[in-house]
């Protein structure tokens, strides 16, 4: 007989790629304004803006399948839906006040991810100096690729992060243009947080991020990661 009032549900999980095992989703953190250009592009000063961070809820992944076009819905009370290309990180092991030297150690895997956001909310919450949850943490704001393990392709510092609307180039530059690299990332992190196994790190996105309307399909890819489509209806 279940503990539980109701039905637990189920945990949120992101398919492995070669495999057919399961990585469980704890918590989703996500880096803002960690691209120079994109820094700007928001408002911001790369030269001395300090890192910060925000979370989507964990069931916001939104899976997209291997060589597929996932549909994914426009949501409600916005009118300016954005995309916004990232590399995922998963951590299979955590801890607190992790050394940045050690940090790559806690990385299982990686995906191409995008940071769905509804941008008018946004730009309210901003004004009103509110928080960001109904802007950032949407139902289904977390498309998201199969995991690509670490063991397979190493740790990426580098290469190129693209992403394309209805062929149309939008997003282009190098992960190696990130303000603040992976293992900072985790490190800088881990002093907020107890991190933990599961949980996946957003690690920013770059300039160009834009409008997205129904019907239009977008095309992200990470060089070593492949590509995820996405349309939205």
């Known amino acids: 007989m279940s503990d539980y009032v109701i039905a637990p549900p189920p945990r949120a999980a992101i398919p492995v790629r070669g495999s057919s095992k399961l990585f469980p989703v704890r918590r989703i953190y996500c880096i803002g304004r960690n691209y120079a250009a994109h820094t700007r592009e928001m408002g911001g000063d790369p030269t001395r803006d300090p890192p910060f961070f925000f979370q989507k809820a964990s069931d916001a992944v939104d899976l997209v399948p291997e060589g597929g076009v996932l549909n994914h819905p426009y949501p409600p009370m916005t009118s300016n839906y954005h995309f916004e290309i990232e590399m995922a990180v998963a951590l299979s092991k955590g801890g607190e006040n992790i050394a940045e030297t050690d940090a790559l150690n806690h990385v299982f895997g990686y995906a191409v991810a995008l940071d769905m956001t509804r941008r008018d909310l946004q730009d309210e919450a901003k004004k009103l100096a509110r928080p960001w949850e109904v802007a ?42 990130m303000i603040w690299s ?52």
Do not use: C
């Open 136 to 177: 950032k943490s949407g139902d289904r704001s977390a498309p998201i690729g199969a995991l690509v393990p670490a063991s397979e392709i190493g740790h990426l510092s580098q290469g190129a992060i693209r992403l394309a609307v209805d062929g149309v180039m939008k997003q282009n530059a190098n992960l190696a243009d």
């Open 182 to 233: 992976v293992p900072e990332q985790i490190a800088i992190l881990s002093r907020y947080y107890k991190l933990e196994a599961g949980d996946i790190i957003l690690s920013g996105t770059p300039e160009g991020v834009g409008k997205v309307e129904r019907g239009q399909t977008m095309t992200g890819s990470i060089e070593g990661l492949g590509e995820i489509k996405v349309k939205v209806v």
